[in-house]
């Protein structure tokens, strides 16, 4: 295992900067996820970490070495790719054991490495198969496998789910998860998908045009988002947000908007007439009767079972509320939506940070 650091990082494609100085580090088996939006550079950090593209600026660092300079070979890193990469005219017991073949291992060593990673992967059936012979879950396991195999310092993983079905990727999560548990291996996973950086990480970098915008655990992005960004890519359905206007009357705040007043919790910074974004998330709202609570006209149902997911209009803006159960409501019905002010966000409309 090893910690990982990054100090203000580049990195320039001809004149076109993609990364602009990222520093965090990661500790010695911690599990970090770099999630953010296509093109916001989270694939070419992981790269450049593992050696597969030059850093423009700054210094890279696994347990306190810089390895700027260093061959992908000699970093001592493992990588698991979103296209699985394997060899189609071996085995999978041969893909398993093609880095220790490289490096001349023993054979007894490499035997050992690939039956102890095909327990941990429930691959015993399948040592003797060809990829062709696979599916989509069992090749991206035998990846993983392959990365095992080499007992590296770090784990790569370059969005490894994104090419299975919906029902395969959930499983997966929950099986890196469990290895990750099982190994505590420094682990850096590069993702699009929010739920995977929820239910994965120990901690979550949420990067945004070449920056970071927000670093911390799961929870901490989701209860506390630290601006107007993170507040709407972390978490599904996303948060509502509207424009309106803070005012203070007689030691209550809340926010004129859309027709209505907002209820909003302890106000430590922003005052009276200040502009701002009114953020409060699905799960966070209740339905009532019409004729109490802020009037909403139901646009859309969807039941889900467990859950049943509304389209709202409230003025100009809709809104998306996450009732537990199911619901009596129609498509045209007058609602009343129910709001705890303890529960809301508020976002400067100019610089979009959160006012606390």
């Not at 990082?9 to 001809?14: A, D, P, Q, T």
């Not at 996973?189 to 994965?200: G, K, N, P, W």
């Not at 969807?302 to 619901?327: C, I, N, S, Y």
Request: contains cysteine.
């Amino acid at each position: 295992m090893a910690s990982v650091a990054f100090n203000k990082i580049e990195k320039n494609f001809g004149k076109v900067k993609i990364i602009h100085g990222i520093s965090f580090d990661i500790s010695d088996g911690e599990f970090v996820v770099l999630v953010g939006p296509s093109g916001c550079g989270k694939s070419t950090l992981l790269r450049m970490l593992a050696g597969l593209e030059e850093i423009s600026a700054g210094e890279i660092s696994i347990d306190g070495r810089v390895i700027n300079d260093l061959d992908s070979k000699d970093r001592d890193i493992a990588m698991v790719f979103q296209s699985y990469a394997l060899y189609p005219h071996m085995t999978v017991r041969d893909n398993m054991a093609f880095s220790l073949k490289l490096r001349k291992a023993d054979a007894a060593l490499t035997g050992k490495r690939v039956g102890d990673a095909a327990r941990i992967l429930n691959l015993d059936p399948l040592l003797d198969r060809f990829p062709r012979e696979l599916s989509g879950g069992q090749r991206q396991r035998v990846a993983m496998g392959r990365a095992i195999v080499r007992d590296p310092k770090v784990f790569l993983f370059d969005e490894p789910l994104s090419n299975l079905d919906a029902k395969l990727r959930v499983a997966m999560r929950a099986e890196i998860k469990a290895l990750h548990q099982r190994l505590k291996t420094t682990t850096v996973y590069v993702t699009h998908d929010q739920i995977e950086a929820m239910t994965m990480a120990d901690r979550i970098v949420v990067m945004h045009d070449g920056i970071i915008e927000q670093i911390g655990t799961p929870l901490e992005l989701f209860d506390h988002p630290g601006n107007l960004f993170v507040a709407q890519f972390i978490g599904s359905p996303s948060m509502n947000v509207f424009s309106g206007t803070l005012r203070q009357n007689v030691g209550q705040a809340y926010v004129e908007g859309q027709g209505h007043r907002w209820p909003v919790g302890r106000i430590g910074s922003g005052g009276e007439g200040h502009a701002v974004h009114y953020g409060i998330r699905p799960g966070d709202i209740g339905i009532t009767d019409a004729g109490s609570g802020i009037a909403a006209k139901v646009i859309v149902v969807e039941p889900t079972g467990a859950e049943t997911e509304l389209l709202l209009q409230v003025g100009d803006a809709k809104f998306v509320v996450v009732l537990h159960g199911r619901t009596a409501v129609r498509p045209d019905d007058m609602v009343g939506l129910q709001i705890d002010g303890a529960k809301a966000h508020l976002f400067d409309q100019g610089s979009g940070k959160r006012l606390d």
